[in-house]
């Protein structure tokens, strides 16, 4: 397949990815008066960008202030200091319904120096993507007849509790994206912070992400063999490489506002009777790729066995245009059940996308 139709492939499903990932600020990709101009799509590893596990999915993303254990090295690394044991969540995000991307995700925490350390892994995957070609436009059948498209990050993270009230977090990662024999590859950092006020059970949380490396795209289908002649008998063979403009990271940053409603004694309702449990969050996201987004959700809790969880995301953008359907409504539940001196964890979220239908999170955790 010819380079240059090796960057249509990769244009569209950047595309594809990026108009729901990170649709940013009003407007489409040629500004007018009325849509003024952005950075739409003017960043790389834009999967960063989606939510991680079902809880975080049905609270419309709000988690910065609330997340615990494994799971929080995707949102905010703070949140990874209250692992007690070794614990280890994972979880299968089907993205968008019938277009065959799909994100898996595994996190794993365990104390030590005083802290926490964890690691995480996280992938999306285009699933088969048909090779094409001027002479074959509706598909190659020589030397394979698809690809696929890969984005993955790899991190390890240190957490640990200064107070009781108070938890900082960091980590380190490695980040790639592209298809067989052409990406890009990133070195990045994370920072993130939970304080428990005292005060009617607000906690705050803040995250900053991605701040790392310029990444350029390198691959054997960035090479060519040429060959220079001077017009007599002498001949030269080089091999050259194709010039890659710079590509940013997305770096984000995520500041949320929880509260205990009720159910602990600290909660602005009180304990109750101990059987109820009711949390809410309201968050901001900024990121250099999109236009701020707002968020709010709640919630309940069942004798700390059964959840039920909703919220609304605002995107502050278009992405809503030419389509009746709600996007950035969310819901869910989760079931926690003890095992011996553990709790497994199961969560289910739906998020609606609007013309892009719907994503499904599923999730599993085992911790202390």
């Known amino acids: 397949m010819h380079f240059s139709r090796l960057l249509c492939a990769a244009g569209a499903l950047s595309l594809a990815l990026g108009a729901p990932l990170a649709a940013q600020g009003p407007g489409g990709l040629l500004p007018t008066p ?12 834009n999967f960063l960008h989606l939510d991680v596990g079902a809880r975080m999915g049905a609270m419309a993303g709000t988690t910065t202030a609330s997340v615990q254990g494994p799971v929080a090295w995707f949102v905010n690394p703070a949140g990874a200091a209250y692992s007690e044991g070794f614990s280890i969540a994972a979880g299968r995000q089907n993205l968008y319904q019938d277009l065959g991307l799909a994100q898996t995700y595994v996190g794993i925490s365990q104390p030590a120096l005083g802290g926490v350390l964890g690691v995480h892994f996280n992938s999306l995957n285009s699933g088969d993507i048909k090779k094409t070609t001027e002479a074959n436009p509706f598909g190659e059948r ?13 991190g390890i993270g240190y ?13 380190v990662k490695y980040i790639a994206e592209g298809i067989p024999d052409a990406g890009t590859r990133w070195i990045a950092g994370d ?17 900053v992400s991605n701040v790392g490396t310029v990444g350029k795209a390198t691959g054997a289908l960035l090479t060519r063999v040429v060959s220079t002649t001077d017009r007599t008998v002498f001949s030269e063979t080089r091999r050259i490489s194709y010039y890659a403009a710079g590509v940013e990271l997305p770096v984000e940053f995520r500041l949320s506002l929880g509260s205990d409603l009720l159910g602990s004694a600290n909660s602005l309702l009180g304990k109750g009777s101990g059987k109820h449990l009711l949390n809410a969050e309201v968050a901001v996201n900024e990121s250099t790729d999109f236009s701020t987004q707002y968020a709010f959700a709640a919630e309940y809790g069942f004798r700390n066995t059964l959840f039920v969880r909703g919220g609304k995301r605002f995107f502050n953008d278009d ?3 030419g389509t009746d359907t709600p996007v950035g409504l969310t819901g869910g539940f989760g079931l926690r059940l003890p095992v011996k001196d553990r709790a497994l964890r199961f969560d289910y979220a739906y998020q609606s996308a609007g013309a892009l239908q719907n994503i499904q999170y599923f999730s599993f955790e085992v911790s202390r």
């Open 319 to 321: 992405r809503d245009r």
């Open 191 to 207: 920072i993130g912070s939970q304080f428990n006020t005292g005060l009617y059970g607000l906690t705050v949380g803040g995250s």
């Open 34 to 45: 009325q849509d003024t101009p952005n950075r739409q799509g003017t960043r790389g590893a």
């Open 142 to 154: 020589l030397g394979g007849n698809t690809f696929q498209w890969t984005s993955t990050s790899i």
């Open 159 to 171: 957490a640990k509790r200064l107070t009781d009230r108070l938890t900082v977090g960091g980590q």
